[in-house]
């Protein structure tokens, strides 16, 4: 049901993203100025956003029933932190949008700072009697509201966790400068019942795989969630 439902449903979803897509971001950075990289961003975001819907509703009630299995905490919950932006073209473009200067923003000469807001999902595939879990990790953020602007990115991660609430995980990551790859290492402060999970996660620099193919600057992310132990 499902995926019915993702399927009668992904009609209106692209026509709004395509709107979305040519006059909030497109119209404004020059990034994407032929409709060939409109189509690729358009496709690339709903097939995205249509798998974390599809992950969030088919593992929510899978996972529920496993909140701490061998002493290995579930950690699905909101998530907020900032990112700290290389000198590059992504940088650039946030520092242009924030500061509604005018020019060509691919100067490559100053960082950029962001706030993130968002959600993480998980599922189980293995456990062990030594109290270790690997897990598959789903993370929404949009990045910049502080700043008035509107950057979503999304991960899916493969991780292992311990019961002592260490975690390391990698995985691909997508975002307006294209896609990448994320490393993650994070541990959980146990509190009675309240888990307070702290990530530092790292995106390397790279070529921009949307718009002039500039180099992108690197991402380093701290994060921290919360949630209550059943």
């Keep these: 049901m499902t995926f019915i439902f993702l399927y009668l449903c992904i009609g209106q979803f692209d026509r709004i993203l395509n709107l979305f897509l040519q006059v909030f971001f497109c119209a404004s950075c020059g990034w994407c100025a032929d409709n ?110 502080e700043k008035g602007l509107f950057l979503p990115s999304a991960s899916s991660l493969f991780g292992i966790r311990s019961s002592s609430g260490l975690e390391f995980a990698v995985g691909p990551n997508i975002s307006f400068s294209g896609v990448g790859y994320v490393v993650a290492l994070g541990k959980n402060f146990k509190k009675g019942n309240l888990n307070m999970p702290v990530n530092i996660v790292y995106v390397p620099a790279k070529n921009s795989s949307w718009g002039s193919g500039d180099p992108t600057g690197h991402r380093i992310s701290l994060t921290l969630g919360f949630n209550i132990s059943k």
């Design 36 to 145: 060939l990289k409109i189509k690729n961003m358009k496709t690339t975001l709903t097939l995205v956003c249509a798998l974390f819907v599809a992950i969030a509703l088919q593992t929510q009630d899978s996972t529920s029933t496993h909140s701490n299995y061998q002493g290995v905490s579930k950690l699905s919950g909101p998530r907020v932190g900032f990112t700290f932006l290389t000198a590059g073209s992504y940088a650039d473009y946030i520092n242009k949008r924030s500061k509604n200067s005018s020019g060509d923003y691919y100067d490559s000469q100053s960082p950029a700072f962001l706030t993130q807001y968002g959600y993480q999902w998980e599922t189980r595939f293995a456990d062990s009697d030594e109290g270790v879990a690997g897990l598959m990790e789903w993370v929404v953020l949009i990045g910049g509201l």
